[in-house]
Every structure is written in structure tokens, then in C-alpha cells.
């Protein structure tokens, strides 16, 4: 029986203009890995709530090549990440963060 794939492992870095996502693919519990979702935020990106502090994450738009599932690794236009919807500052402090899906469902995101 297949199961949800399992949780993945992201690594960034700066490269020239850009940045270079890089992870390597989770166990995909017996089904196809179908899907690959990216997202990012930056520290000033946390919404109060009534009841403490609420991370906002946004989905990103990845250049075309990084769209398949079995991609390893993206290079991101710092430009993507400066405009809209993302708006990230200059000089902030970015995260990133990644899951898989199969036909049973979506990885925990990676850390």
C-alpha cells in the first residue's frame, strides 16, 4: 500500500544574481511523486493573531525548468523574488521551504 512521500531536505545559496535551491527527493511511499511546491517568506512576514504570531508563507512561481518532480534543484532570479507578489526586501532575511505530493498526499514541508 503507498503511503505519503516522505519529508524533504532543502539547502539554499547565493549564486551570482540569483539563488540555488538544491534537495534531493524524498522516499515516495509507493506512488509517483506528481508535484513539487515551493514557498518562501521573509522574517517581517508573521501576521498577529488573536492568539499569538502566524508565519505567512507564499506560494513561488519557479522558472519553468524547476516545475517537474523530478527536478533537484532551481536557480531563482533574485528579480523573481523582489517582485510582486513576494516583495521580499533587500537585505532581508528570506526562507524557503518545499514539499512533495503523490496520490496519497503531501510530505511535511521541509525544514
Known amino acids: 500500500m503507498a503511503v505519503r512521500p516522505a519529508q524533504m531536505v532543502m539547502n539554499l545559496r547565493t549564486e551570482g544574481c540569483s539563488v540555488r535551491a538544491t ?12 508535484n513539487l511546491l515551493f514557498q518562501v517568506r521573509h522574517s517581517a512576514t508573521i501576521a498577529d493573531k488573536d492568539e499569538g504570531s502566524v508565519e505567512k508563507w507564499d506560494n513561488i512561481n519557479l522558472p519553468r525548468e524547476c516545475q517537474f518532480a523530478t527536478s533537484t534543484s532551481c536557480l531563482i532570479p533574485f528579480s ?6 513576494y516583495a521580499l526586501p533587500i537585505n532581508a532575511v528570506v526562507y524557503a521551504r518545499v514539499r512533495a505530493t503523490n496520490s496519497v498526499g503531501h510530505s511535511d514541508y521541509s525544514e
Do not use: C
Not at 534537495?23 to 506528481?34: A, C, E, H, K
Not at 523573481?80 to 507578489?85: D, E, F, G, R, S
Open 23 to 34: 534537495w534531493v527527493l524524498p522516499n515516495d511511499g509507493g506512488s509517483r511523486i506528481t
Open 80 to 85: 523573481t523574488l523582489l517582485a510582486l507578489p
